[in-house]
Each structure stands twice: as structure tokens, then as C-alpha cells.
């Protein structure tokens, strides 16, 4: 449930900005510059941080105490100060809250901390009693803020008014706070300061980012900006029922951001608190020992964290009839040995875990959020970042990350900056596959000729990053059944010696709805994309007997169920490019689906093994007597399930069949692969406090889904 709280931290804040920004209009003669100056000015203004907050009252009110056109003229150290939004905040939080936030010995730097944090008045009872009788330390109960003598002379009428006129109004809207799991730390980004200082700053609050955040916030203050919404507002919306139509809703508030590769297949990205695991089947299953001892990983301490995010996330299914026949004719045709329910990766046939409850309900990498320190973490909804900060560290010879620049859904921009009193804090980008390697380039790490093409400046000249993007590519046959099925997404899974994965899924809606749907969606993207309305797919000619089936069936709708095939890996590799500066925009993506003939070979073999199993004894209920294999991959060859040009050989070739109709599982990773982009520390190679911790690290795909593996890594 959303629950709507009052809070005024937001609105105290915007009303101190605006305040000051005309204070300094009326004294200084000119605007704030809400952005600060560049590195060198900040650099600089690091010396005034650290002045005692009594000794920089008193230069102040010195200075506010001169004539207008003195003070104009001077140009000394609390005038370059006064430029910076941080320290003017710092300077009048001590006014506005007075002794409860500032204590004797505090310097700028650690006043602006407390200022900008989201929980100063959680942790204040005293400033605020409640919302009717509002309560702050310098405010009378006729609403005047009590500054001194020399600030209200300095300020002029004119500013005071308005300030009040503002502040009146102002003060009855609430702050939304998102708390499907009473998270009053997770808000608007319209809510957020204009400056904000953090020991770590997470780019993504997906599925490595929110793990990431609970664990780091237990010994740092982490600030998590995510560009989507949360998936609390509507809990109909992530259930089990709704997942095609959630994965396929192309609204600007969806959950998922559609996109077509320059292969001609239709993707999507999360844009939502929990990421991917707002959107996916809800399979979790770890990877297999191999994949783990190949990335360097402490075994031990990988499994601890799957078991901390296992408590939180993950359940053992409801497996019923049609998921039973999966099974059942997995063993019948050879997939063994039967593993029982484990979430270990086991070359056999096995029942997996699901994020889907028994009562439909998904739980994501945002439930992992109640493992966070409220106290210490803030995360921002709506918040895209632009670029990431960079400056030169003159000690090692070498870029350093230090802030970020995000917008609100408003449009405006706000800075978020690491914290001088931590040495050791970082940027971490877990922004997924697609939003990492992007990120990055338009910060100005990247290909530097490709960089200069779009007229961004190169920090650093990485060829690497946005290389290595690699997609598993899925093949379906869609089996209509004549008897009715529940409705199930993977939960059975077939693990091949060959490399294949065999799963199932039941009881959504396939035929014309789904065709007309899909449709749809390559319209919308291909509009908005590089492709045009022309390529998209022709369906072939109905075969007669499908033309009957549809035509037998009650409801011209299909119900029934998908077998699918993944290959792991896979050896194909693509890459990532820009297409516009606008980090809101998709990037150009090649995945190069089956370009290497192993990738090829797996697919072929692996839909061999789906044509025996829909033979098989245990599957037989499940299928219309009337349908041989070959009139069900003619079925599939009519959905525009992608853009790719279709053969009359498919029907009959595995090989061109695997080629024509191949589709996505949104498992696609890669783009700033460990020992290319990053270390095996995830620390990103030649810049200092940085690290990218996500998919996008991943050289292969980890087991038969992903997710379990990314939210371990998190933690």
C-alpha cells in the first residue's frame, strides 16, 4: 500500500534556496549560482568547509554589514563561498535550525551533511511537532523566521515578502513517500535538494543497486538515484496475472522501456525501483560452481549472500499440471537426472525457485530494502542521472569520480557530491547492461573518437566500454491446449549437457491478441527508433489446419502454454553505441545473435529436445492430436515476434527457424566487462572512485537466469 506521510524537510529546503538566491540578489548584485563552479572553485572553497561555523557567522554578518556596493566590489574568500550553494546552505541551516543541528566545533562541511540529510527532522523531534502547530528553532508562532537584525537589513523588504508569501502556501504541500514496505527513505526526486553530499552515491536502483545500498548503508550514508518509479504504487501491476501486460506497456510511466537491437529483435529495459526483477518470469536460481569459481568469487561468502537475499525473495512454487507435464517429459526424453526443487544450478531436470508467493504477489530487489539503515540511506525516484563529475587527482595522475548531476521529473537539475569527511567514498554504477556502458560514455569514458562525434569530452579513452554485449537468444513454440491450463511462468527448467536450457510457461493469452499486441509495440518503438514502419514483418499464410484450430475454438484467443529454449553463454558478442546525448533515449545495440556457429548449434539441439518433449506420453494432454510439430512452428513464424526477414525453408530448417524467429529472454549483459572496463574489484579501470557493480560486468550469463546471481553480488 502507498502510504502518504507530511513532511516539510523538502519544502524547508526549497524555501531556504529560493530565500537565499534573492538574498544574494538584493546584497550581492547578482543570482546564486545554483551549480557551483568548476573543479578548481571547488577545490578552493574545500578551505572555507572547514572554517569553524561560529568564525564564518561572523565573517558573514561582517560582510552582509558593509554597503551594497562594497560588498560588490570585494572578492574575498566568503564571497567566492557565497557562490556555492553548499556552504550558503551550510551557513543558514545554522540560523534555521539552530542548535539542533549544529553543534559546538561543526565546520561548513559537516553542517551541509546534516542539512541535506533527508532524516535530520526523524532524528529532531523537537523542530517539528506536528504539521498544524509547525514548530522551528528562529520561528515565532506568527510564521516570521527570527534572523538577526544584520540579515533582515541586509535581505530588504522585498525579499522578505516574498519569501513569506511562498512559504505560506508552500508549507501545506505534502512529501510522497513510497512505503510498500513503510520505506519513508525512498522519495520523489522532486523532494531532493538542489546539493547533496553522500559517501557512496548508487546510479540505479535496480536489482545489484538496491542489495548494494541495505548492505553499504549499515557503515555509510548511500544516496541511490533511480530514473524509474516504484513498483509499490500498484501492487496489481507486478503480479503474477499482469506480467505480459506490465512487461508490454509502452505508457511514459511504465515499468519497462522498450527498444529494438539493430538485429531486428524487441527488448526492454527496466525503469523502476527493483529493476529487472520488477519485470521478469520470477525464476531464481543460483549460478553453478564453475561460473563462480571463473569469476573470482569467494565461494563461501557467495553463498551467504544468496542465502540473505533467499530470506527476503525467493519461494518454492505451486507446481501443477501443465509445469508437471514439463517435468515429466523433460525425464521421459532424456534430461537427467532428476534434481527435485533446488535453487543450485544442476545439469538435470529441476524445479526452481520463484519471487512469485503463493498468492501471486512478486517480491523484487526493492523488498531488500528493509535489510537498509533508514537512518543512513536516501533514494530518489525519478531521478536520471545526466553525467557523471569527474576532476584531476593531481597525486595519482589520473580522472577522479566526485559527484553527479541528475534532473527531477520537473526538469530540474540538482548535484549530488561525495562527502569530504569519508576518504574512501565511491560512485557506483548499477545501471544494468544497457544504462551502465551508456552512462559512462556520456560521462566521457569511452571510444574518444566516438565520444567526439557527439561532442562529448573525453576523460578517458576507453575503447572497451560498451563492448562485449551479448543477448541469450530465446526460441518458443507456442502449444495451444485443449484442455485448460493454470496460469504459470518458469518454474521447471531442463538443464542440457549441450548447453540448452528447457522451460515452460502457462495459461497467458497467445493467438491474434498477442500477435496484435506485439504489433503494436514494433510500431511504437520502430517510430521512435532508427528503424521504419517498413521493415516490420509480414505473417505468412495460415496453414489449414490452424486456420480450423482457431476457427474450432470458442474464444478466437489461444490459451496454452510456451516450451522455450535458451543457450547459455552465448559466444556471440555485440556492441553499444550512442545514438543521442539524452540518457533518457535508448542507445544503438548489436547483439549479433547467433554469429558464432556453437551458439547456433545449441539452439538447433536444444529445439530438438522441445519437439520430443511435446511427443512425449507425458505431455499428450496438453495437445491438440491435429497439430504435428511442424503446423506449431508455423504458428510461431506468423507472430511478429521480431523484425528479422522470415524463409519458407524455417518450417522444416531448425537451423533458419532458430535464426527467424529468435527473440529475447532479457538476459542481455555485458558492455563494461570485468578485466576490459573494470578490475575484478569492479573498480573502473584507470579512474579512481568509481566502480560499476551490475551485469553489464558479466562476460556469460550466469546459470538459467540471472537475477539470484545480481542481487547476490549486490549484497
Not at 195 to 219: E, K
Not at 575 to 584: A, K, R, S, W, Y
Not at 635 to 655: D, E, I, M, T, Y
Amino acid at each position: 500500500m502507498t502510504k502518504v506521510y507530511k513532511s516539510t524537510t523538502g519544502v524547508i529546503i526549497l524555501v531556504v534556496m529560493i530565500s537565499i538566491s534573492y538574498i544574494i540578489r538584493d546584497c550581492y548584485g547578482r543570482e546564486i549560482i545554483l551549480d557551483g563552479g568548476d573543479y578548481d572553485d571547488d577545490d578552493e572553497i574545500m578551505k572555507i568547509n572547514n572554517i569553524n561555523v561560529g568564525e564564518y557567522e561572523k565573517k558573514l554578518m561582517e560582510y552582509f554589514s558593509k554597503d551594497p556596493v562594497d560588498r560588490y566590489e570585494e572578492e574575498d574568500e566568503v564571497v567566492r563561498s557565497i557562490r556555492h550553494v553548499n556552504n550558503f546552505i551550510g551557513a543558514f541551516s545554522s540560523v534555521i535550525y539552530g542548535n539542533y543541528v549544529v553543534k559546538p566545533g561543526d565546520t561548513l562541511l559537516s553542517i551541509q551533511d546534516k542539512f541535506v540529510d533527508p532524516f535530520v527532522l526523524d532524528n529532531n523531534p523537537e523542530i517539528i511537532r506536528d504539521f498544524d502547530g509547525l514548530v522551528v528553532p528562529g520561528m515565532n508562532s506568527g510564521f516570521g523566521l527570527q534572523f538577526s537584525e544584520d540579515i533582515k537589513a541586509s535581505m530588504g523588504l522585498g525579499s522578505i515578502l516574498f519569501m513569506w508569501a511562498f512559504l505560506a502556501p508552500t508549507l501545506f504541500f505534502h512529501v510522497l513517500s513510497y512505503s510498500g514496505k513503510d520505506y519513508k527513505f525512498v522519495r520523489e526526486a522532486t523532494s531532493a535538494p538542489l546539493l547533496l553530499s553522500y559517501d557512496y552515491i548508487i546510479i540505479g536502483g535496480g536489482t545489484c543497486g538496491c542489495p548494494l545500498a541495505a548492505t553499504l548503508s549499515q557503515g555509510a550514508r548511500v544516496l541511490v538515484l533511480e530514473r524509474g518509479g516504484s513498483p509499490y504504487t500498484n501492487p496489481e501491476r507486478t503480479s503474477l496475472r499482469n506480467f505480459l501486460n506490465t512487461l508490454s506497456d509502452t505508457t511514459p510511466s511504465s515499468f519497462s522501456q522498450q527498444f529494438i537491437s539493430t538485429d531486428g529483435v524487441l527488448n526492454t529495459r527496466a525503469r523502476v525501483l527493483g529493476g529487472g526483477s520488477v519485470l521478469n518470469a520470477g525464476f531464481y536460481s543460483r549460478a553453478g560452481i564453475r561460473y563462480m569459481k571463473g569469476a573470482g568469487w569467494n565461494l563461501s561468502l557467495a553463498h551467504e549472500s544468496y542465502n540473505w537475499v533467499e530470506k527476503v525473495v525467493a519461494f518454492v512454487p505451486q507446481v501443477k499440471q501443465w509445469q508437471s507435464a514439463v517435468r515429466d517429459g523433460l525425464l521421459e526424453v532424456g534430461v537427467l537426472p532428476y534434481n527435485g526443487f533446488t535453487f543450485d544450478h544442476l545439469i538435470g531436470t529441476k524445479i526452481g525457485g520463484t519471487i512469485f508467493d503463493r498468492m501471486g504477489h512478486r517480491h523484487t530487489a526493492a523488498d531488500l530494502l528493509q535489510h537498509a539503515d533508514p537512518r543512513r540511506i536516501s533514494v530518489f525516484l525519478h531521478a536520471t542521472v545526466q553525467k557523471i563529475l569527474f576532476r584531476y587527482n593531481k597525486g595519482r595522475r589520473r580522472p577522479e569520480a566526485y559527484g553527479v548531476i541528475f534532473e527531477d521529473a520537473l526538469g530540474r537539475s540538482h548535484r549530488a557530491v561525495l562527502s569530504r569527511r569519508r576518504l574512501k567514498g565511491e560512485i557506483i554504477v548499477s545501471a544494468g547492461a544497457i544504462g551502465s556502458p551508456q552512462l559512462l560514455m556520456l560521462s566521457g569514458l569511452g571510444p574518444a573518437k566516438h565520444l567526439e562525434a557527439h561532442k562529448i569530452r573525453v576523460v578517458l579513452d576507453q575503447p572497451f566500454v560498451g563492448q562485449g554485449m551479448a543477448d541469450n537468444p530465446m526460441n518458443i513454440l507456442v502449444v495451444p491446449s485443449p484442455v485448460p491450463v493454470e496460469m504459470s511462468l518458469i518454474q521447471t527448467v531442463g538443464i542440457t549437457k549441450f548447453g540448452s536450457f528447457i522451460e515452460g510457461a502457462s495459461g497467458y493469452t497467445f493467438g491474434h491478441t498477442l500477435s496484435h499486441r506485439i504489433h503494436e509495440i514494433f510500431e511504437m518503438v520502430s517510430n521512435q527508433s532508427t528503424y521504419s514502419s517498413m521493415f516490420l514483418p509480414k505473417t505468412n499464410k495460415s496453414s489449414n489446419i490452424i486456420e480450423d484450430t482457431l476457427r474450432s475454438s470458442s474464444n478466437p484467443i489461444l490459451k496454452g502454454g510456451v516450451l522455450l529454449e535458451k543457450i547459455m553463454g552465448p559466444l556471440s558478442k555485440g556492441h553499444l553505441e550512442l545514438i543521442t546525448t539524452n540518457p533518457n533515449d535508448n542507445p544503438l545495440v548489436t547483439f549479433n545473435y547467433f554469429k558464432e556457429p556453437q551458439d547456433l548449434w545449441m539452439c538447433v539441439q536444444g529445439m530438438e529436445t522441445i519437439l520430443r518433449l511435446i511427443n512425449s506420453t507425458a505431455f499428450s494432454r496438453f495437445r491438440y492430436r491435429n497439430m504435428p510439430a511442424r503446423a506449431l512452428m508455423e504458428l510461431v513464424l506468423q507472430l511478429p515476434v521480431n523484425l528479422r526477414p522470415k524463409h519458407a525453408s524455417a518450417a522444416s530448417s531448425l537451423k533458419q527457424y532458430c535464426r527467424d524467429t529468435v527473440l529475447t529472454i532479457w538476459h542481455y549483459h555485458g558492455g563494461c566487462l570485468v578485466g576490459k572496463v573494470v578490475d575484478h574489484n569492479y573498480k573502473v579501470i584507470g579512474v579512481d572512485s568509481l566502480r560499476v557493480i551490475d551485469g553489464s560486468t558479466f562476460h556469460h550469463s550466469p546459470g538459467t537466469n540471472p537475477q539470484a546471481t545480481v542481487m547476490m553480488l549486490g549484497r
